[in-house]
């Protein structure tokens, strides 16, 4: 086929933004560049108008599929580049729907014309009616259905060059990763946390994550799925790392000091307590969690407002009126439902009594507390956290096994 083997990645919200559009643009491209690392050849990048066009010595379907990760793309277009003449236009129209035909049956087929350069000697519509009809003539018994076409050929025109594309796939949108500031994830191994974090990578916050585990009185099964939980996570954003830290024995204290049916509530504020302390130390400007109004008892009105009181930061709640069903079809879009249905020993239940308190009172949370040196107590969980870098070790999952194991070790 004549032209030259491309993808074309249409902006998404950043097409809005007004004399910051640069930056926002720089960024993007920036999260591009990660997510290219270790393809096996060189790329380039190149800009046009609200468009990203990505080509080099890589098959197009790695280039597809690597930029289908990056946050902040509409759409994602293999194409064909060619100068922008009427021959080179034409031909390349012609030889692309020709070799869509010999793979697969097309009903129909339509042309869409967009002029970026308006000096282009031919306007939309008739450049239209043009291709349309070399196509027919070139590809006999190719009929044109402008109705509902089995294949549409984009024709994109600019001042030196042309991209035609027949095929596009959906991206993630949003704004890039990094343009909103940073945030700590609260990461459990369920399906709520692991989809808040990736709405609030698509609002463009780089996030790093926590976990707590029960050790030393659970196993490392929680660690495990954090980590792959993480991992796939960080294919959206310049990998962020996890901290795992093991709250059995913190959790043990608060039971001996009496929380009874706070023990939930107060083992929450005692997360973001930690959490804030940890932001504070990695420069991440709020945190974020999975909780979803009413979902459980510990995340009603009155025991989040309880929660929230202990953090110094902002707690972000992307997933607050969201129901079950919704996080986990969700879940199962972004590829992180298969790890959080394997079965784990969530701390949360660890010394839970059999029945939650749903209206937790700020005076009686805190005289639980006083019975500690909560400062102390943080400062030792901190001390004892264990940091891993999924997806930055390795360029496969075969080779950061190993990685996975001793880090599970480490922490239980």
């Known amino acids: 086929m004549s032209g030259t083997d491309c993808v074309l990645l ?6 809005l933004k007004g004399r910051n559009r640069h930056l926002f643009t720089e960024r993007l491209h920036d999260n591009l560049r990660v997510a290219l690392r270790g393809v096996g050849g060189s790329t380039w990048i190149k800009t046009a108008q609200n468009v990203t066009v990505l080509g080099g010595q890589v098959p197009v379907a790695t280039l597809v599929e690597r930029a289908r990760q990056v946050i902040g793309f509409n759409s994602v277009a293999p ?20 070799a869509v035909r010999a793979e697969r049956r097309v009903r129909g087929f339509a042309v869409r014309v967009k002029r970026r350069d308006k000096g282009f000697p031919l306007t939309s519509s008739r450049m239209e009616a043009h291709l349309g009809a070399r196509v027919r003539e070139g590809v006999p018994g190719l009929p044109v259905d402008l109705s509902a076409p089995d294949i549409t050929l984009t024709v994109e025109i600019d001042r030196k ?12 949108s949003g704004l890039p990763v990094g343009s909103s500031g940073r945030a700590l994830v609260l990461l459990s191994g369920g399906y709520d946390s692991p989809v808040a974090a990736h709405r609030a990578m698509r609002r463009g916050l780089s996030c790093d994550f926590v976990h707590f585990n029960g050790a030393p009185y659970t196993n490392p099964s929680s660690v495990y799925k954090a980590y792959a939980l993480a991992r796939e996570l ?8 996890l901290h795992v830290i093991a709250l059995g024995k913190a959790q043990k204290q608060l039971a ?12 929450r504020r005692l997360m973001v307590r930690t959490a804030s302390a940890l932001a504070a130390r990695t420069g991440a400007q709020a945190l974020v969690t999975g909780d979803s109004l ?15 009181e202990a953090a110094s930061l902002p707690v972000l709640r992307p997933l607050i009126g969201w129901v079950k069903q919704e996080i986990i079809d969700e879940a199962r879009t972004i590829g992180t439902a298969g790890i959080s249905v394997l079965p784990d020993e969530d701390c949360c239940t660890l010394l839970a009594p059999p029945r939650v308190t749903t209206r937790a009172r700020l005076p009686q949370v805190r005289a639980v507390e006083r019975r500690l040196e909560l400062d102390e107590l943080i400062e030792s969980l901190l001390a004892g956290a264990q940091v891993l870098r999924p997806g930055e070790e390795a360029e496969t999952p075969e080779a950061e096994a190993p990685m996975v194991e001793a880090g599970c070790q480490a922490a239980g």
Do not use: M
């Not at 249409?10 to 097409?15: D, L, V």
């Not at 009413?294 to 929230?308: K, R």
């Open 10 to 15: 249409k902006h998404g919200e950043i097409f």
């Open 234 to 241: 960080n294919r959206c954003q310049p990998p962020g790392a």
């Open 79 to 98: 194409a064909v580049r060619v100068p922008s003449t009427l021959d080179a236009i034409t031909d390349a129209s012609v030889d692309a729907l020709r």
């Open 294 to 308: 009413g979902q459980v008892a510990s995340q009603t009105l009155a025991n989040l407002a309880a929660v929230d």
């Open 161 to 172: 060059e042309t991209y035609l594309s027949w095929e596009r796939h959906p991206g993630l």
């Open 256 to 267: 001996v000091a009496g929380a009874g049916r706070l023990q939930v509530v107060a083992q």
